[in-house]
């Protein structure tokens, strides 16, 4: 199933099974093994993203939960698209100790971008990779993934620049432009640059929870959750200034989530007709004005389910569903899992006699 991300996993459900705990523990004892695989070209902010999530990941008695590898195509210095190259230690045969591989994103036209195939140092350093390894890219590393056939018939995302040409280069992937990243299970994508960042710290909360996550992420002076998907960064004709915009509106109902909120209220807040406003929300949001409040809710019972001990019932009311039926049937649609299912792998603290 496709998942819609943070803030709305509207944008990136979560597919069945996947928001179970992954166990990270190696059978001999170290860490779980996330190796990156830097290709030439390499972009350095986003090779750089594992290392700061994973790398910085520890239990509550300070024990590191992740090892982090990086790996080139050879041992030794590896061009990046800045000014220097980066020098590292390991080739290709790291792959194959890895349990997840983190293919960084690279800003040459190799072949994988554009003729849609690899090239043989990149298809013997991806037979290194053991069958079960869990698969993540960061940005255009989704371009290598899909010319290894590895996206076929799978949802994914990229670049909101390149979504096109991915999706011309390789049409039998399901390519999802708006979100920030693509969780299908054992297979991982994320869309441009620091949405990296989004993606590492949720695969750390399907691991090990909102606590672990959410430290690495105040750590790292990021906000654990970012609403909505890549939508909002493309680039659109800026509104005149002498039109209003629907901020106003948004922060109006943002605050009264738990009440009834009706599109004319929301317009009435900016001074404007329904038509004009759900066209002005939709060319600074990206999305309907209904399906953001929906995604707002979401991401309210899912901070409710985590951090509180409410009902299902009080989570709902709270949340702005009325009813848990109702949250119940926008979780599934939004998540792929139930709100009890949800509380139960997310919850950061032990639950208290509500249900």
Not at 60 to 82: I, P, Q
Not at 227 to 255: C, K, M, N, S
Not at 315 to 327: I, L
Request: with cysteine.
């Amino acid at each position: 199933m496709d998942v819609p991300v943070h803030s709305e996993y509207s944008e990136s459900g979560v597919p069945d099974g996947a928001l179970e705990t992954r166990g990270t523990d190696r059978a001999d004892g170290r860490p779980h093994r996330v190796v990156v695989l830097a290709l030439p070209g390499v972009i350095p902010f986003e090779l750089s993203i594992p290392y700061r999530i994973f790398g910085k990941a520890a239990s509550a008695d300070g024990e590191l939960l992740y090892e982090v590898v990086t790996c080139g195509l050879t041992a030794g210095a590896v061009r990046t698209d800045a000014d220097y190259s980066i020098t590292v230690d390991h080739g290709p045969e790291a792959l194959a100790t890895a349990d997840t591989v983190v293919v960084a994103p690279t800003y040459e036209r190799s072949l994988p971008y554009t003729e849609g195939r690899l090239d043989d140092a990149q298809v013997a350093a991806l037979a290194q990779i053991r069958p079960g390894t869990r698969l993540v890219s960061i940005c255009t590393g989704s371009f290598v993934l899909a010319a290894a056939g590895l996206l076929d018939g799978r949802p994914a995302t990229t670049h909101w620049s390149s979504t096109d040409h991915f999706q011309q280069l390789y049409p039998s992937v399901r390519v999802d432009a708006d979100v920030l990243f693509v969780d299908d299970g054992d297979l991982l994508t994320s869309a441009g640059v620091a949405s990296g960042i989004d993606l590492c710290l949720h695969i750390v909360r399907r691991d090990h929870g909102s606590a672990v996550a959410n430290e690495v992420a105040r750590r790292s002076v990021v906000p654990p959750h970012r609403d909505g998907g890549q939508a909002q960064y493309i680039h659109r004709p800026v509104p005149e200034p002498r039109f209003a915009t629907t901020t106003t509106a948004r922060a109006w109902a943002l605050g009264r989530l738990h009440e009834p909120i009706q599109l004319r209220d929301m317009a009435a807040q900016e001074a404007m007709s329904i038509r004009t406003f759900t066209r002005r929300f939709r060319e600074e949001v990206g999305i309907s004005p209904g399906q953001w409040l929906t995604q707002q809710r979401v991401e309210r019972a899912r901070h409710l389910l985590e951090d509180s001990d409410l009902s299902m019932d009080q989570v709902a009311r709270d949340a702005g569903f009325g009813t848990a039926a109702s949250m119940r049937q926008h979780f599934q649609g939004a998540l792929g899992v139930s709100p009890s299912a949800y509380r139960r792998t997310f919850r950061t603290a032990p639950m208290g006699s509500s249900h």
